[in-house]
């Protein structure tokens, strides 16, 4: 479209990082529920790795927490810009550059998150077992991994869109989503952003196009399934409220899964 720019928007981490803030606490306080709960025996400080950790915002929250954090992604921009808030923050965690399905961590964690969707990136089944052997060869046993992603209901023929407005320290971001109904065959859908800026009295725009593998409950259900170092402890919704744990399937598409590593605690 006219006026829209070709541009990753991972490119610019702090407009990312505007439209994605504000459920840091909430998400951090989830994730520390769920390794009280369901994970390896407590110790006096957690060790989280958390793939694709984009800005740095939970790695922010979890490292002011008095957590050993650890976080890795594929931009370099990201990574900078995490790095920098951190510095700003007074906090230390451990940053380094790697692809979701290619990496080493070099310690044993006893958790990892992937959550809103990141895990789709992989497109294809390998890639999904590989990263998966990855993470699993960094936890402890009985560490957990909890992956955070939206089912999707092929029957469903619409397109989906959503678009909301955030500012920060005179940048305001209105981003627009839209997702193309999957192609079942495939189990790719396409997804588009774009960036509306508006910053010292000048406006641009972006988009990004890419596209997401897909599932459905079955589809992620085997997945699991060929991950023979993990099983699934627990699964809830993205209100992550430690109260509404859930039996699948179900009806919802928002899932939470969490995933305890074998060999620890049942």
């Known amino acids: ?105 070099p310690r044993e964690f006893d958790l990892a998150h992937c959550l809103v969707n990141t895990f789709k990136y992989l497109l294809d089944e390998a890639s999904v077992q590989r990263h998966l052997r990855a993470v699993a060869a960094a936890l402890r046993p009985g560490g957990l991994y909890v992956i955070g992603l939206h089912l999707t209901e092929y029957e469903d023929r619409r397109c989906n869109h959503e678009r909301w407005n955030c500012a920060r320290d005179g940048v305001e971001v209105t981003c627009n989503i839209r997702g193309w109904p999957a192609d079942p065959a495939q189990r790719l859908e396409r997804v588009r952003s774009r960036l509306c800026v508006r910053e010292n009295g000048r406006e641009r725009r972006s988009q990004t196009e890419w596209s997401f593998r897909t599932y459905d409950w079955e589809q992620f259900a085997a997945t699991l399934r060929r991950a023979r170092d993990f099983e699934l402890a627990a699964s809830f919704d993205f209100t992550y409220e430690l109260s509404r744990e859930r039996s699948l399937p179900d009806d919802q598409l928002d899932l939470v899964a969490v995933l305890r590593k074998r060999g620890g605690k049942a």
């Open 1 to 105: 479209m006219a006026g829209y720019a070709e541009l990753d928007w991972y490119d610019t981490p702090l407009y990312y990082d505007i439209v994605f803030a504000g459920d840091e606490q909430r998400e951090a306080e989830f994730l520390e529920g769920l390794l009280e709960r369901y994970g390896p025996p407590s110790r006096r400080r957690r060790r989280i790795l958390e793939p694709a950790c984009g800005s740095g915002r939970l790695v922010l929250e979890l490292a002011r927490r008095g957590h050993d954090v650890w976080g890795f992604d594929l931009n370099g921009q990201m990574l900078e810009f995490a790095r920098q808030r951190l510095s700003r923050a007074r906090r230390k965690a451990h940053l380094f550059q790697a692809r979701l399905e290619d990496f080493e961590a």
